[in-house]
């Protein structure tokens, strides 16, 4: 009978959700969720029946000496590690991260040198002007208004000679490549592969450009990490320096919100 039973099909009874006059309400708190708040307030409660129990029962003869070491702000238990170590100690530590920070900030510097004389920086202008009308590049419409700046003018006789005027044979390249303004090679150095393009796709070129632009990206990323551990081997070498003894003043604060400190000068006997 027992298969029998099993054999017969049950409805699947789902849980309801909430009612549209209690959506305000938030959602429908389900059993599962009803389970896991009932077993977190009790864990909660059964910690704090242990605490009040050992409270209750502890030793009020019992000391040691963490008693009056520490102490807390705003109930939050602070501890005084700097105590255990000397003063002179502290210098030394904070001396070799130092170094390690300005051998960093060598090497990021060194990378940095490296791209800049591996890339030909653009302007964003020259960028702008790849897709400008010839004539405009040219700066042949003389009567309109005048050429944008950086603008390559080239100057003719008359007027014949700006409608017949041909930029690519004009500077020795191909005609794919008379809007650039950097790394324009000519026809004869084209023709031996000098610079090694085979041929002159755009697609190449385009990808070209794309990984140009990767670069001058991480060239600015590195430029601004640079700065970053600058700032940051600055401040250290601040703190190093109130370390030291002598008496000192602070006059203000620099350029990038870091304390300045005068020192008194020290007699030396």
Not at 32 to 38: G, I, L, P, T
Not at 107 to 126: C, N, P, S, V, Y
């Amino acid at each position: 009978m027992s298969s029998l039973r099993n054999a017969v099909h049950r409805r699947n009874h789902k849980e309801r959700s909430q009612p549209l006059s209690r959506q305000k309400f938030g959602l429908l708190e389900k059993k599962k969720d009803y389970v896991a708040r009932a077993r977190d307030y009790h864990s909660k409660q059964d910690r704090l029946k242990a605490m009040r129990e050992k409270a209750a029962f502890r030793n009020p003869d019992e000391f040691y000496f963490k008693m009056i070491n520490t102490r807390t702000n705003e109930g939050v238990h602070i501890t005084e590690r700097n105590e255990k170590f000397s003063n002179d100690f502290l210098k030394l530590l904070k001396t070799q991260d130092l170094n390690y920070i300005t051998q960093q900030r060598d090497i990021g510097r060194k990378r940095i040198e490296r791209m800049q004389q591996g890339l030909i920086l653009l302007d964003d202008e020259a960028r702008a002007e790849e897709d400008e009308d010839m004539d405009e590049y040219m700066g042949a419409s003389s009567s309109k208004a005048g050429p944008k700046s950086k603008n390559h003018i080239v100057f003719v006789d008359n007027e014949e000679e700006v409608k017949t005027f041909d930029p690519a044979k004009h500077f020795d390249t191909a005609p794919e490549l008379v809007h650039r303004k950097f790394n324009r090679p000519r026809t004869s150095q084209l023709t031996k592969e000098i610079v090694g393009v085979s041929s002159l796709d755009k697609a190449e070129i385009k990808a070209a450009a794309k990984e140009r632009e990767r670069s001058l990206k991480e060239l600015a990323s590195r430029m601004e990490r640079e700065e970053t551990v600058s700032k940051l081997e600055q401040e250290m070498s601040l703190r190093k320096n109130l370390m030291s003894k002598g008496r000192r003043k602070k006059i203000g604060v620099d350029k990038d919100g870091l304390a300045k400190y005068k020192w008194k000068a020290d007699r030396k006997k």
